[in-house]
């Protein structure tokens, strides 16, 4: 039902698109509905430039679909019926549990106000952070628009960004490199999570899904930021083109964290190394936060499959951690996740490979961009034929709305093979 | 423990293969470990050519490593024990079941009796029916040799040859054509498999594990030839070069059986489509039986995923197929074999990627080839550095160990992290 609301979503913002007023040149209705598609699974994969192939009018209407698809459109029809007072029907509630995975209803109409708070704060801090950077360079009106398309785009974790080379100009600018992966951090780690610290502000008393989500945050942080440094520092393309160690180590901290689901990038992903390709599919596939704006199988589903191995080599009968333990049906819900995920991106790149005669490891990178709605690509977008852009939509598409309600979605159209022989039951 | 004998067995046939008498020019040392890890593997990735590089002393010490390896080192000794009728004691029983996984002892016996004769019967029939292809091409004496050397290959599913382009020759051949995918498949079922065929000679009466290995290759391979006639049909440099369609049948026939896990070919693997070479991959790693001469997860790891993942979506509590419940202890053991399988493969690419600036593509097939015990090859091989032969050496060795040996291995490694503090009982 969620993917309904945001098909129409994409369809009325790829008709928002496709008017003169959206664009500075003529544009097909195949890019804005890419476009539209892109902004709203907070992919940020684009055919055409953002910052020069829509007017101010087409850029707002992309900033509006990030932030519509980022908070999930039935959050967002909460957050206004709560901020105008109006009773919030059960139906409402129930979208809404739908795209927060919650089960308390009290809990939501918490959860729907922190998230609005949180969202709000964020943003405005954060553009008001990046005004430093931008209104000296491109004055007040559009150093502003700057900051604010930034913002945004950064804490939804959509990767849109107004330079053909999105954040490569500031690769080395702290404010950029603290701002930045700062939003896309808070946007991405999850509500469910935010809500939980500003509830129990010490570390003993949140819930497991908050411990393992923080703690494989910081282990995936530190593990990307090493690799990404260990494998680029004399890249030519990439790191080996700043001599300053500081400025090396500011772009690997802030690819590191870009990668997973955010999309940015100061540095040109098409130089960088095989092995970094390689490992950046790894962390677009694994994502970020359940209950944030990241696409991807989930930092807290990577964390349990890791430790349901452990656990089944170690011969142990229980899973735990924490302190508490994990159920099978979780396990399960887990593994079939997975399967479902690896089956959307092994389909993915069997039928792209078929239609484009592109580098396999391009063509894999992304899809599992798309899969993840990361946004970073090899140079492939651009080069999609119809047929292309169609597997790669559908891909960004099945990244926002979850592969658990495509598998879902698949379960309920197979009718049940057993049907039982009806039978009378005779009584008195 | 079977580790260890099958890494003497490595270095031993090593050392033979480095001997003056096995080989027709100065071979290092390094050349021998490699092919001999390869035979005892029964791969088929070799960095040297077997028909002209080794003497017939050399090729017959590859057919016994082939031989040796794919049995399994226990298996053989308990077989020569048991023809001689000597007792065979309770440790080697042990040893037994580690490779074969079976759980009745009494069971084994009668196994591995089963195992002597279909190996005989087989390769013996086989090496007969190859004569009527090798003997009038080469004449007596090679052609025997040929014929013996091909079947032992082809039933150990070893994918050793003694052409360099394997038996693209024989491509449209129909005797190679049926003889040795026929050995291949059976060497491939798994002994378990044929052992309760030989006892159960009706559908009904085999057991769950039959029925799921035989339905599973049987559908595996339907889809695998046809997809492969589908995407190579009008390929130059494969199907396209034979106008003939039973030609191509039989070609894509042969590719799509031998894929799996023999790793002949009959078409340059160089040449075949990315999107042909993607399939494969996932061939691969799939493999073919447990209990057999196959590496990779294994089909009924593959089709358990497949039954979990679609139980899980519909939400069914239970797993079964055929009749039979599939308890969750398989599911997690299933689910453990899976991802460190992935480890293992991706932790394979990442290392080789950051060694060799070759196609990606072609390196992923390489470490997959690698996994499942394969041997195909898009011609990495025979440009591998130290570091590569080392990297693809070791792949071999945890795919025909088995990557479940390998992850108990490792757990072992790790120490408890809770230790119980000890405490006292007073008594009395
Ligand atoms: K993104
Ligand atoms: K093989």
Redesign the interface.
């Known amino acids: 039902m969620l993917s309904v609301l945001y098909l129409a979503l994409i369809l009325i913002g790829a008709g928002v698109l496709s008017l003169p007023i959206s664009v500075t040149t003529p544009t097909t209705f195949s890019d804005a509905l890419f476009t539209a598609t892109s902004a709203v699974t907070v992919t940020g994969l684009s055919v055409v430039d953002t910052g020069t192939n829509f007017t101010l009018f087409g850029q707002a209407a992309i900033l509006i679909m990030i932030q519509l698809g980022g908070l999930g459109l039935m959050t967002f029809a909460a957050l206004v019926l709560s901020v105008l007072g109006l009773p919030i029907g059960l139906s409402h509630h129930t979208y809404l549990r739908e795209d927060l995975s919650q089960t308390s209803l009290d809990r939501l109409v918490g959860l729907v106000k922190t998230i609005l708070r949180v969202v709000l704060i964020c943003e405005l801090i954060g553009a008001a952070l990046l005004l430093l950077v931008f209104v000296p360079e491109f004055g007040l009106i559009k150093g502003l628009w700057f900051s604010v398309f930034h913002s945004v785009s950064a804490f939804n974790n959509a990767g849109f960004s107004l330079m053909p080379d999105s954040l490569t100009h500031w690769a080395t600018n702290p404010v950029v490199n603290l701002v930045i992966p700062g939003l896309l951090v808070i946007g991405g780690i999850g509500f469910s999570v935010i809500s939980d610290m500003s509830q129990h502000r010490t570390w003993q008393r949140l819930s497991m899904h908050s411990k393992i989500m923080l703690s494989g945050t910081a282990i995936l942080t530190i593990w990307s930021v090493a690799v990404f440094a260990i ?1 680029e520092w004399n890249n030519p393309g990439t790191l080996g083109a700043y001599p300053n160690i500081f400025d090396k180590l500011q772009i690997s901290w802030f690819q590191g964290l870009t990668t997973r689901t955010a999309g940015f990038n100061t540095v040109d992903i098409g130089s960088i ?3 970094t ?3 950046f599919v ?1 962390l677009m596939v694994i994502g970020a936060g359940s209950t944030s704006t990241a696409g991807g199988i989930k930092v807290t589903t990577f964390i349990v ?2 430790l ?3 656990a ?4 142990h009968n229980q899973l735990h951690a924490f302190g508490r333990s994990i159920g ?1 049906e979780e ?3 887990v ?2 996740l997975t ?2 995920s690896i089956f959307v991106i ?1 389909l993915g ?2 039928l792209i ?2 239609s484009h ?1 592109g ?3 391009d063509l ?1 990178f992304e899809v599992t961009s798309a899969f993840g709605t990361v946004g970073l690509s090899r140079g492939t977008t651009g080069e999609l034929d119809t047929a292309g852009r169609i597997i790669i939509g559908v891909i960004m598409f099945i990244g926002r709305v979850g592969p658990l309600t495509l ?2 979605f ?2 309920r159209r ?1 009718p ?1 093979r057993i049907s039982y022989p009806a039978s009378q039951v005779y009584l008195g």
Do not use: S, Y
Request: aromatic share 12%; hydrophobic share 70%; charged share 15%.
């Open positions: 494998l190394h095989d092995t390709a390689l490992m790894l499959l890791i349901a191995t452990i089944f080599f170690k011969r099978l396990v399960m819900k593994l079939a399967m479902i092994m790149i069997f490979t078929i005669d580098d396999f490891l894999v598998g879902f698949l379960a197979i049940p």
